[in-house]
DNA sequence: AAGTAAATAGACAGACTTGTCTGTTCATTT
DNA sequence: AAATGAACAGACAAGTCTGTCTATTTACTT
């Protein structure tokens, strides 16, 4: 088995996809993790403190999920079709859980302002990413939205309707 | 002053939409609706009884703002360009807040199906309202996404930089 | 083999949560 | 003037939450 602090961010990972941020109780989290209280203090030095951490790893495993996803594809244009498929995939994969970011997004306060700007790092990430693939701003903006809300309309509706309905209008477009 | 219905829905509003749903405490809502508890459960059967009764209202308050602003304009690629200035009314009105309805999706769970269905049909609604305005389906579809990413990305940026973008882009598209 | 560091279990404090309940006061209507 | 319904205040149950604490056990290193 995996360290404690692995499997407190493995677990926490699940439950905050599942349940949400606020929703789900350290309690839940260091019994299904198999840890102790004590052990769970020792690595984190509060829950917002395992939130932050917990997004780091997301992130990490995000990005690298959907280049291997993406990288596969040699045209600019069929890898960012491609990452339109990545949602599909996801989606399928988590169970239209949305974003994990955007998610914790709409459960902060103001105070929580070093989760905020994980979650804006995280965003300007992928801002980058189709500014690379594309060069131009204004059409990689236009991309940027269309990704952004294909993950939260399909989080919405259960279903990859729109998704699809994006990667024809991306499609149309580059 | 208001009846007690009328102020629990006011101050949740306020109190949702500033803390967020799960983050908010009945005992916060009929304190400062000055509210005796009992009252509020002859109102209210439950905390997501409210929530409902507080989207139904925030879909009446939302829509009735928007049409005033588009109808304005008496072209229908001005009221959509408008549309996308109601963003920025709205963001500066009320302090870059995001979409209540989306903000409660990522709160709620599985078993809160009834409140998942209301949020659905506002936005069945906004979809409805770009597909009355423009006729064809799939630029429709566009527009709104456009217009969902653009209420997210506002929130997450506390700044109006992509609805602008957005409006530059629905500009070029009609 | 002794010592150190990290894990364990779990009690506890103090504050919070939703929802129920009793009993009182007020305003309107008959 | 009596009666009715709606509001009031606030105690209470039963459970949740985060974070701290003590005390014990395991595992690795010197």
């Known amino acids: 088995m995996d360290t ?42 509060s829950k917002d403190d395992l939130c932050v951490a ?13 280049i291997t996803y993406v990288s596969k594809s040699k045209s600019t244009k069929k890898r960012i079709l491609k990452a339109f498929d990545f949602i599909v995939y996801m989606n399928e994969k988590e169970g239209f859980r949305g974003c994990s970011f955007l998610n914790i997004l709409s459960e902060i306060s103001k105070e929580q302002g070093t989760i905020l700007s994980v979650i804006q790092a995280h965003k300007n990430d992928l801002r980058k990413f189709f500014e690379k693939e594309l060069g131009e701003e204004l059409l990689s903006a236009h991309i940027y939205l269309l990704f952004e809300s294909s993950i939260i309309e399909s989080q919405l509706f259960k279903s990859n309707e729109l998704v699809k309905k ?9």
């Open 4 to 45: 404690p602090r692995e499997r407190i961010i493995d677990t926490a990972s699940l439950l905050f996809h599942q349940q949400g941020y606020n929703s789900t109780g350290i309690n839940q989290i260091i019994s299904e993790a198999n840890v102790a209280k004590a052990s769970f203090y020792q690595h984190f030095k």
């Open 54 to 66: 917990f997004l780091n790893a997301r992130h990490g495993y995000w990005f690298s999920e959907l």
């Open 166 to 174: 994006s990667k024809k209008i991306v499609n149309s477009l580059i």
